[in-house]
């Protein structure tokens, strides 16, 4: 079986308050990105071990950590599924807060759920991805969501993006989880995201923001540097996604959205 692992972005990202579990109380919107993808190619096989390798972008952890594996150890463990051979093309920069790996761990519980045939619901397969991680379940749906919680809890929300073209910019140095949580100042906005994100996009470069810009600007100047070429070349809106390093750009305008030196420019 073949499956496409597309990527994400965060139209806004407000990091509310820490939780007494250790996460933080989240609110954004994930928005999907189907231009980017990883490839994933599942089968089964004979035997009780499965099998794994990595095409494309190197990964960095070993393979028997990849997420997909994760994915193959929870369902065998719940369900008893059978032994497969899972072939990851890595497309998707990592550690770019495009959410690659998690959707790589989501597509692969789908992927079990119809080569075994399990019938699982939507429901079932939200809280097996919320195991594998914070934005994980996102990939379930895979539709414009309203993510809170630690990112589990999801709403639909309907977005008018129809005809903007989005260019993706991946500087060469990267974000920890870590890195990014340590330094951010949790905030709960006056006016909710959710309200913002109502106002014409024209509008949203003031008002619609991720909270770990600040401090991840100020420690990597290259990232905001490529925000700046982005709303420089003519973006409506630019941005971090999720934790970063990406950056992203909306445009009205496909010339300017090619103005951008990068490889990764897709209609939304």
Known sequence: MKIKANCKINLGLDVLRRREDGFHELDTVMLPV???????????????????????????????????????????????????????????????????????????????????????????????????????????????????????????????????????IKPDEGVSTREAYSGVKPAVPAVPLIERLQRPIQEWQGLIKNDFEPHIFAAHPAIEAAKMELLAAGAIYAAMSGSGSTVYGLFDDEKKAHLVDTPFKFKI
């Open 34 to 168: 189907y231009g980017l993808y990883d490839l994933l190619d599942i089968e089964q096989i004979e035997g009780d071990v499965p099998q794994f390798e990595n095409a494309g972008l190197a990964v960095d952890c070993p393979a028997e950590q990849n997420i997909c594996l994760k994915a193959w150890r929870l369902m065998h463990e719940r369900y008893g599924v059978g032994a497969v051979h899972i072939t990851l093309d890595k497309r998707v920069p990592f550690g770019a807060g495009l959410g690659g790996g998690s959707a790589d761990g989501t597509m692969t519980l789908l992927a079990l759920n119809e080569l075994f045939a399990l019938g699982l619901s939507e429901a079932e397969l939200i809280d097996l991805a919320a195991e594998l991680g914070s934005d994980t379940a996102f990939f379930v749906r895979n539709t414009p969501q309203r993510c809170t919680g630690r990112g589990e809890v999801m709403e639909p929300i309907a977005l008018d993006l129809e005809g903007l073209w989005i260019a993706l």
